[in-house]
């Protein structure tokens, strides 16, 4: 067996890296895994070295020559000790990590740059995903930069405000009749058909786990520990695994002997992984997504292992499964914005409410370390934050104001 190969994290099977999404001898879900001896060197060389990219880390990301890396400099964002908020809950150790300084304004960014990476070194002749709005803007600009025909799948109902990004990077926008579990399925068919990888960013993908998974590296790393908690935005789940498998390899290469508790947070109106947390079995589909945190609301129709895998997670770390109604969620954006001076989207504002939600249930203690995950760029849904029928004051001289 090769020293990194796929996995199949239902039935255990091993297999050679290739473009596949999911295990060819069951349908589960298949994550890279790597030899731990093989773990171990790579983490002895990563130890003091300096790093400005995602890629700094790539000793431990699937191997891939130098001329098939598409990347912009993703990663590396910045760890924000919290300056108003924390004080305000009584909290010492409240940071931010702040993915929204990504190259297209969020974390997407990593799992695409890994997928469509590897897309380049199996020779695959395109891409294809499903987006509501992040992942399209990212593939539109990795599978630009990466000269590879790109198709971005999107829900009938998706604005074109939230795919514009995607547009004008070049990617091909192609409007499917449904919810995301449709364009979802429309993409799983156009890979299959046409030989594409699928970087879709739900697990179909063992790729863009690993790019996700060093947002963890980066944490540990930053902050000289691993934190108590962190707390993560959670649509299909692939980053709140892919921040849990590395600190497991963190264990593994002997650095740590902790995992940091893992909050998967919802919106009240699509949480089928959370509830499923909460009331202690398997992972339900939600049939009527509704919330303002519009990148975090995955039905998750039709692919419910992804939510069961994210639940086992979260189990794993002794963590939690959160909801928050829209109205924390946007109250929790606007604090972010005008006390700490970081606007994001609504799904990323999540982590703040259940923050807050944390605090007030006692599972928060003054001394903890807790990080909260911060996706996307508030710019991506801007008119969010807009109260329902705001006027905006017109004057002709400034005396009008008195």
Not at 80 to 106: A, I, Q
Not at 264 to 275: D, H, L, R, T, Y
Request: glycine residues 12%; proline residues 5%.
């Amino acid at each position: 067996m090769e020293q990194v190969y796929f996995i199949c994290h239902t039935c255990g099977e091993s297999f050679p890296m290739g473009k596949e999404s999911l295990c060819p001898k069951c349908g589960s879900i298949l994550t890279v895994a790597y030899e731990r001896e093989y773990l171990r060197e790579a983490g002895r060389a990563l130890k003091g070295e300096g790093k400005e990219s995602m890629w700094d880390y790539q000793r431990v990301l699937p191997p891939v020559k130098r001329e098939n890396i598409v990347t912009f400099q993703e990663g590396c964002t910045k760890i924000k000790k919290s300056r108003v908020l924390g004080e305000e809950l009584g909290l010492d150790g409240l940071f931010f990590k702040d993915e929204t300084t990504n190259p297209t304004g969020s974390f997407k960014d990593r799992s695409v740059s890994v997928c469509v990476s590897m897309a380049k070194e199996f020779g695959c002749p395109g891409i294809v995903v499903s987006s509501s709005g992040n992942g399209g803007a990212s593939t539109g600009a990795y599978g630009t930069k990466g000269e590879i025909d790109t198709i971005i799948f999107v829900p009938e109902t998706t604005p074109v405000g939230k795919v514009a990004q995607a547009i004008a990077y070049g990617g091909k926008v192609i409007k499917v009749r449904g919810n995301f579990s449709c364009s979802y399925r429309a993409a799983v068919q156009m890979a299959q058909q046409k030989g594409y990888m699928n970087v879709t960013t739900t697990f179909l993908s063992p790729f863009g786990l690993e790019g996700y998974k060093i947002i963890g590296y980066e944490i540990f790393d930053q902050m000289g520990e691993v934190p108590d908690y962190i707390v993560i935005p959670v649509g299909a789940g692939p980053v709140l695994y892919g921040i849990y498998k590395s600190f497991a390899e963190l264990m593994d290469m002997g650095y740590t002997e902790k995992l940091p508790r893992l909050v998967c947070v919802q919106a009240k109106g699509c949480a089928p992984i959370s509830e499923a947390w909460q009331e202690n079995r398997k992972v339900i589909g939600c049939k009527n997504p509704r919330s303002v945190a519009s990148a975090i609301s995955d039905p998750l129709l039709g692919y419910e292992q992804d939510g069961d895998i994210t639940v086992e997670a979260i189990r794993k770390t002794c963590g939690y499964g959160l909801t928050a109604e829209d109205s924390e969620i946007l109250e929790a954006g606007r604090a972010l914005a005008q006390k700490e001076g970081i606007f994001v989207e609504p799904s990323s504002a999540a982590t703040m409410a259940a923050v807050r939600q944390m605090k007030e249930q006692g599972i928060l203690k003054p001394g903890d370390t807790c990080v909260c995950l911060l996706t996307g760029h508030g710019l991506k849904d801007s008119s969010a934050y807009i109260p329902e029928g705001l006027e905006i004051p017109v004057i002709n001289t400034i005396e009008e104001l008195s």
